[in-house]
C-alpha cells in the first residue's frame, strides 16, 4: 500500500515523500517500513509502542491512534508530522 | 518554576525522610543502621519491579567500596592533535577547528540543521570518533555517530530505550538523550549516555547498540530517589563520571535527586549527598532529592570533585563523603547559583564556574546583565571575578551546564556558549575573553578534543 512520508522521515526514504508498505495493520506497516529503512520507527513510535507526540498517523484520511489498526491493500496511510513553535 | 520546585521538593523531601534507614549503602558511618527493615524495604520494592537479583545489592555495594583504591597518584597524559570545539544546539551540531595556537577557528556546519543536538562529545580514546545525542522536533531521540572526525554520520542501530514492558504494565520510554561520557581508557568502545527521564544506557561498540544499565534502571530504590514531584521537563541524568583509576568506580547525578556513587562499574548505587543543600524544600537536607546541575572530577586528581548545583557550589574531597559548600565564600552581591563548573587539568584546586541570577523567579541570565566568570586558585576559598572582553552590560544570557569546557593547553584555555548563540574563549585561564562566534543558535552544549 502507499505510505506518505513527511519531509523529516526523508533522510531514511532518500528523499522519497511516497513509500510502499506492506502489512495487515499500522503496526505491521511500520515495522515493514523499518526493514526497508533502517531505524525510521523509533523516531515514530517509543520503545513502548507509543506514537510520538508530534507524529500523527492517518488512514485514507482518518486519524488512527492504535497502532492493531486493520489494513486493507488499497488503504493509503499519511504519516503527519505535527509542530508549532519556532 | 520556583513554585513548581517546591511542589516537587515537598514530595522528594518526604521520600526521603522515609528512606533514611537505608542510608547504609552510603557511607561508612552509617553503617550501623543497616536495619532489617530497610533490607526488608529494598527486597520487597525489587520483588515488586520482578528484579530478584536486585535483592542482594546492598551487601554487593558495600563489599564494594572497601575494595576502592586509596588515593594513589597517577599521571595524566596530556592528550595530542588538533583542537576541535564540539558545538550542540538547539538547530543542529557545529564544529570549530583550531590551530595550536588557538587563534583560528575554521567553522564546520551545521551538521544535522534543525535537530536538537543535546550533546556532542570526540572519543578523546581515539581522536577521531564523535557522538552526538539527538531528536528532532517531530521525532523521538537517538545517537549520531562518526568515525571520521565529523565528515560522515551514521545513526545508532540501536539507540538508548527502555526495555518494552509486558501489557498493561507502565513502562518508560527515553524522551531525550541527555548527556554523553567516553568510557574508561582501558575499555575502548564503551560509553555511557544518561537520559530524560532517569536512566542510564552502555554501548561497546562505539555508540551503534546501547544496552539499558539494569543496575541503575532497574535499581529498587530509584523511583524512591526520583520522587514523584519532578519538574515539567522531566528528570535529567548528567555527570557521569569514570574514575580514570577504577573502570568500576563511577559517579552519575540527577536533576531532582542528586549525586549517586557505583563501585561495581554500575551494578549498584549509593547516594551521595551529604552537605548539599535543598533550599527549595523546608527543613534539613535530606540524603537525596539535591539538584546538582553539573558535578566534575579533578583530572590531577580523581580524589576531588566540584559540583555546581541549584543551591551553591560544593566540593568534595574523597574518601570523605560530606560536601563542602564553598560557593560561601563567592561575593555576596554574586552569590553562587549557575549551571556549569569546570577544573583546570593540572591543578585540581583551581576551577571556574558561571555565575547566573537565581533570585525571585530565577532569570538564569548574567546577573544585572553583566557576564563573569568566577576562578577559584585554592580550592574555592576565594574568588576571583574575570570579565575582560565581554560586555560591560546588556547581556542577558545564560551558560548551560554542558556549555562550558576546558583544553588540556598550557597555559590552559577555557571555552563557553550562550543561549544567545555566542561561542567565547579564554586562551589564558580566564583573564581575558575573546568572542569565537556569534549568531549560532542556542547553545546547549561545548565540549573540547584533539583530532588525531
Known amino acids: 500500500m502507499k505510505v506518505f512520508v513527511p519531509s523529516p522521515l526523508h533522510r531514511y526514504t532518500a528523499g522519497r515523500s511516497e513509500v510502499a508498505g506492506q502489512g495487515k495493520s499500522i503496526s505491521a506497516v511500520l515495522f515493514d517500513l523499518d526493514r526497508q529503512y533502517p531505524g525510521i520507527r523509533f523516531r515514530m513510535i517509543d520503545e513502548q509502542d507509543a506514537i510520538r507526540p508530534h507524529i500523527k498517523l492517518f488512514v485514507n484520511g482518518e486519524r488512527c491512534e492504535t497502532l492493531d489498526r486493520a489494513l486493507a491493500p488499497s488503504d493509503e496511510v499519511h504519516i503527519i508530522a505535527a509542530l508549532s513553535g519556532g | ?452
Request: net charge positive.
Open chain 2, 1 to 452: 518554576m520556583a513554585m513548581a520546585k517546591g511542589r516537587a521538593g515537598t514530595a522528594k523531601r518526604a521520600a526521603g525522610t522515609a528512606k533514611r534507614s537505608v542510608a547504609p549503602a552510603t557511607g561508612s558511618t552509617n553503617k550501623k543502621s543497616v536495619g532489617k527493615s530497610a533490607k526488608k524495604a529494598a527486597t520487597k520494592k525489587a520483588v515488586a519491579r520482578k528484579a530478584p537479583a536486585r535483592a542482594a545489592t546492598p551487601a554487593r555495594g558495600t563489599s564494594a567500596r572497601s575494595a576502592r583504591p586509596a588515593s594513589a597518584p597517577w599521571r595524566v597524559q596530556p592528550p595530542k592533535g588538533r583542537p576541535v570545539l564540539l558545538v550542540g544546539t538547539r538547530k543542529g551540531a557545529f564544529l570549530f577547528y583550531g590551530d595550536d595556537a588557538r587563534k583560528s577557528w575554521k567553522l564546520d556546519g551545521p551538521h544535522f540543521l534543525g535537530n536538537l543536538v543535546q550533546h556532542l562529545v570526540l572519543d578523546p580514546r581515539d581522536g577521531k570518533t564523535i557522538l552526538m545525542a539527538a531528536s528532532a522536533g517531530h521525532l523521538g531521540p537517538t545517537v549520531f555517530r562518526s568515525s571520521d572526525r565529523g565528515k560522515s554520520w551514521k545513526e545508532a542501530a540501536q539507540p538508548p530505550a527502555f526495555p518494552k514492558m509486558p501489557e498493561g504494565e507502565k513502562g518508560r520510554s527515553v524522551k531525550k538523550v541527555f548527556w554523553l561520557t567516553p568510557g574508561h581508557a582501558s575499555q575502548p568502545g564503551t560509553w555511557f549516555a544518561g537520559t530524560s527521564p532517569e536512566g542510564l544506557f552502555r554501548t561497546d561498540d562505539g555508540g551503534n547498540t546501547w544496552s539499558p544499565v539494569s543496575g541503575l534502571n532497574d535499581h529498587p530504590m530509584l523511583a524512591t530517589w526520583i520522587g514523584e514531584g519532578g519538574t515539567p521537563d522531566g528528570v535529567f541524568t548528567h555527570s557521569i563520571l569514570v574514575d580514570p583509576r577504577d573502570a568500576n568506580h563511577m559517579y552519575l547525578s540527577f536533576s531532582t535527586a542528586g549525586t549517586f556513587e557505583s563501585f561495581d562499574g554500575g551494578g549498584d548505587w549509593m547516594p551521595l549527598n551529604r552537605g548539599v543543600a535543598t533550599d527549595f524544600i523546608p527543613g534539613p537536607a535530606p540524603e537525596y532529592g539535591q539538584d546538582p546541575h553539573c558535578v566534575v572530577l579533578a583530572p590531577s586528581n580523581s580524589d576531588r570533585l566540584y559540583q555546581q548545583n541549584h543551591c551553591g557550589i560544593y566540593r568534595l574531597d574523597r574518601p570523605g563523603d560530606r560536601w563542602v559548600r564553598i560557593g560561601d565564600n563567592m561575593p555576596r552581591k554574586i552569590k553562587d547559583i549557575g549551571f556549569p563548573i569546570v577544573v583546570h587539568p593540572r591543578h585540581a584546586d583551581t576551577a571556574w564556574v558561571f555565575p547566573m541570577d537565581g533570585s525571585d523567579v530565577w532569570p538564569r541570565t548574567c546577573i544585572e546583565g553583566k557576564p563573569a566568570a568566577y576562578r577559584t586558585q585554592n580550592g574555592g576559598k576565594s574568588w576571583q571575578r574575570q570579565d575582560k572582553g565581554f560586555p560591560r552590560a546588556n547581556a542577558w544570557w545564560t551558560v548551560k551546564r554542558q556549555a562550558m569546557c576546558g583544553d588540556w593547553h598550557e597555559p590552559f584555555g577555557l571555552y563557553f556558549g550562550t543561549t544567545q548563540g555566542e561561542l567565547w574563549m579564554s586562551r589564558n585561564e580566564g583573564e581575558s575573553w575573546a568572542m569565537i562566534q556569534s549568531g549560532l543558535p542556542e547553545i546547549w552544549s561545548v565540549s573540547f578534543g584533539y583530532l588525531r
